[in-house]
């Protein structure tokens, strides 16, 4: 079996849910940033990376999630936006806000899903913890989205497609599921 380090990242990466309150290095962001500079994308680049560390800000996109999430029609998100103690960001210091050009000629949710790849790899490689929210991006849809894409400075006709929370893990150890059987199929 072949194994070198990048597989081995790939497969001991786990979406963390508890952080430290302490903030992540300006070198770390910027590592992980840059990470997401280099994923694949359709030619042109069309994506924008908005690092939040503002702990009010945070707070601020947390509650205007939750108060979207009361508004939809599903019960699971109406729940989680009635949980006081729900935490969309989980406590993690720092979030990464992957935006892509609505004017790019290609569709752009594969880019920047590909972008946050890197960044979530990126964080494990260098012993952050991370985790892919999209909950954090319903604050978009509340009342207070128009004025939070202002303040973010989210260039205009950008979309928030993604984002990704980043801090020190709280517990070193995580546990690895087994994969699940069947889900490859061979035809040679």
């Known amino acids: 079996m072949i194994v070198n380090e990048t597989l081995k990242i790939i497969q001991q990466r786990r979406s963390i849910r508890s952080y430290q309150e302490e903030q992540i290095k300006e070198e770390e962001l910027q590592v992980v940033l840059e990470a997401g500079l ?3 994308n359709a030619g042109d680049q069309a994506w924008h ?3 939040v560390q503002n702990r009010a800000l945070l707070e601020r996109l947390n509650l205007a999630a939750k108060e979207a999430a009361r508004q939809m029609p599903i019960e699971f998100l109406k729940e989680l936006g009635n949980n006081d103690h729900f935490n969309c960001l ?4 720092t979030l990464i806000i992957v935006s892509g050009s609505e004017r790019a000629p290609m569709p752009l949710d594969a880019d920047c899903a590909a972008a946050t790849q890197n960044l979530l790899l990126a964080a494990e490689s260098i012993g952050l913890g991370s985790c892919w929210i999209y909950f954090v991006l319903m604050a978009f849809d509340s009342p207070q989205g128009p004025a939070l894409r202002r303040e973010l400075k989210i260039p205009v006709d950008y979309k928030p ?3 990704v929370v980043l801090g020190y ?4 150890t995580v546990h690895v599921p087994e994969r ?3 889900l490859i199929t061979y035809i040679r």
Do not use: C, H, I, L
């Open 38 to 40: 280099y994923a694949p």
């Open 49 to 51: 990376f908005t690092a």
């Open 90 to 93: 989980y406590g993690a210091p």
């Open 161 to 163: 497609y993604d984002s």
């Open 169 to 172: 893990k709280r517990d070193a």
């Open 180 to 182: 699940k059987p069947n």
